[in-house]
């Protein structure tokens, strides 16, 4: 079965999509459905506007999932369909619309909306989040619940047994990061973000989404969403709206979550999306997981070929 996977914010570049604008038919069609629901011409800025501006998470977020989804129709139109679906943070909005649970423009309003929600968080209580490499969940945990006595201090994510974010108040987690060098860690990476993602300081965000996402058109999903706070697959349409009310300020599972495709039955999975920060991390979750990159329009035609090559080899094994 193949798994759609989609990055999360720090994956954008400027040019991101201008290659699957031009080559694709139904990557136009996709850029202009986002740009006509968002009211404002997004592609622009995603196609030769300035990073500086592109990295304000107001702008990342929706060019993020922007991309992902026009590359999710190029798949489509070519019988590449997913058995199962998750996103890294704001990726789950992509996964949402790969499922069936949102329509494109509902998603696209959404994300736009949870990027200034989250942005106007950031610029009300500040905060910052750094990544800790080559310490195991155990003792980051032990680390951040000694630094919390600075401030708030948590771990965001669980990206791999050896990659762990954490997130909250700057003195707090520059402590939890120096115990983390004390403690053996290989690197400690101060991200470059506005905020204290997916930390109790994102609570106004999550004030400010609550009544968008429950006003929302979810459906029940066609296959299964794995989210990122519980690692749970799912396909109520309740289910999912709850999970990304709760993403904001929860932890993302991504370990979790891909080990969960595992045992749904997930045996090769596809980045869709910018970039190759997911299948960087699926190597280190487990160096036998088959995974491709479907990132710009050369590699999305590969990762067509290569699975078509397989089911060629493999009659029985289909492309979803």
């Known amino acids: 079965m193949i ?3 989609f990055p999360g914010q720090g994956s954008q570049y400027v040019e991101m999509g201008t290659d699957l604008y031009r080559e694709f038919p139904c990557a136009r069609q996709v850029f202009r459905r986002v740009n006509k629901a968002l009211g404002f011409p997004l592609t622009p800025l995603m196609f030769n506007g300035l990073q500086e501006r592109l990295n304000d998470t107001r702008y990342a977020q929706p060019a993020i999932v922007a991309h992902s989804l026009a590359l999710v129709k190029i798949l489509s139109e070519r019988s590449v369909k997913p058995g199962i679906v998750a996103g890294h943070s704001v990726g789950e909005y992509a996964a949402a619309v790969a499922a069936g649970a949102l329509e494109l423009e509902d998603a696209m309003v959404l994300v736009w909306q949870r990027g200034v929600a989250m942005a106007e968080a950031a610029a009300e209580v500040g905060g910052t989040m750094a990544a800790i490499i080559g310490l195991d969940a155990d003792t980051v945990e032990s680390i951040v619940q000694d630094a919390a006595g600075q401030g708030v201090c948590v771990v965001a994510n669980y990206n ?3 990659q762990i974010v954490i997130s909250g108040e700057k003195p ?3 402590a939890a990061g120096k115990a983390a060098k004390q403690a053996g860690a290989r690197a400690v990476i101060p991200l470059k973000v ?3 993602f997916h930390s109790p300081l994102m609570e106004p965000a999550v004030a400010r989404m609550r009544p968008l996402l429950e006003q929302a058109a979810f ?4 296959i299964p969403l794995v989210s990122n706070v519980d690692a749970t697959a799912r396909t109520d349409a309740d289910g999912v709206r709850q999970a990304l009310i709760r993403q904001i300020t929860s932890q993302v599972l991504w370990e979790a979550s891909v080990r969960e495709m595992v045992r749904q039955g997930a045996d090769v999975f596809i980045e869709v999306g ?3 920060v997911l299948a960087r991390m699926m190597d280190k979750i487990d160096p036998a997981l088959r995974i491709h990159s479907a990132c ?4 999305v035609l590969v990762t067509i070929k290569r699975l078509k ?3 060629q080899d493999d009659p029985n094994g289909g492309l979803n």
């Open 3 to 5: 798994a759609f996977i």
């Open 172 to 174: 707090a987690v520059a």
């Open 219 to 222: 459906h029940d999903c066609q």
């Open 309 to 311: 090559d397989r089911l």
């Open 194 to 196: 506005s905020g204290a």
């Open 274 to 276: 910018p970039g190759q």
């Open 296 to 299: 710009d329009s050369e590699s």
């Open 160 to 162: 791999t047994p050896q």
